[in-house]
């Protein structure tokens, strides 16, 4: 079986693979990265990340099952997870996440046709005094409210349309390069 991650990523692998004792340490980096490959944690991108690690595939599936930060449909480039637990419902968490639907024109778990959005509602995100909020590629975005979500997607798709090679580096990518053995990637 081809593996695209080490073909096409063989530095970024070894590298992960070196900076931990444990081979099998190494699994939650070398998911990050088979997901930034194939957008999500394909049956395929699973096999590549077991492959690597000599381990059986049904284990990386539990772990993508299990963390929120692994998605096992594909999404957008951009995946807004929107804060409905009952301290964010209470400053308006749904109005909020209907008019983010109704904005992108999607359902929930949906991608928008341009394939840049994907939102999800989830249950805390520790930023109940700030809500309504989200998270979007685990950066934060607080106090929202429609003028500051019409901003926000803007930016994100002028982001996307420059391909942003001057933005900061998101928290995946910061761990990847750490674990690769590289200096903290900054902006």
């Not at 070894?14 to 990050?32: F, N, V």
């Not at 599936?61 to 997870?81: D, H, I, N, Q, R």
């Not at 939102?119 to 930023?127: F, N, Q």
């Not at 109940?128 to 930016?155: G, H, S, T, V, W």
Request: one cysteine or more; aromatic letters at 8%; charged letters at 25%.
């Amino acid at each position: 079986m081809a593996n695209q991650l080490r073909e096409q990523y063989g530095e970024i692998v070894d590298g992960l693979l070196r900076r931990y004792p444990q081979k099998k340490s190494a699994i939650l980096p070398l998911m990050h990265l088979a997901q930034r490959v194939h957008g999500y944690m394909s049956q395929e991108a699973m096999n590549e990340v077991a492959e690597i690690l000599d381990i059986d595939s049904t284990h990386v599936l539990s772990l993508a099952g299990f963390y929120t930060l692994y998605y096992e449909e594909p999404v957008g480039k951009y995946v807004l997870e929107v804060c409905t637990d009952l301290a964010c419902a209470l400053r308006g968490a749904d109005e909020f996440l209907e008019m983010v639907l109704q904005k992108l024109q999607v359902g929930v778990d949906e991608m928008t046709e341009d394939g840049l959005f994907t939102v999800k509602p989830v249950m805390c995100l520790a930023a109940c005094d700030k809500a309504p909020m989200l998270q979007c590629n685990l950066r934060y975005y607080e106090n929202l409210n429609e003028e500051k979500f019409d901003a926000l997607i803007a930016q994100l798709r002028a982001e996307a349309e420059a391909d942003a090679a001057d933005r900061e580096p998101t928290v995946i990518e910061r761990t990847l390069s750490y674990a690769a053995g590289d200096p903290p990637a900054t902006k």
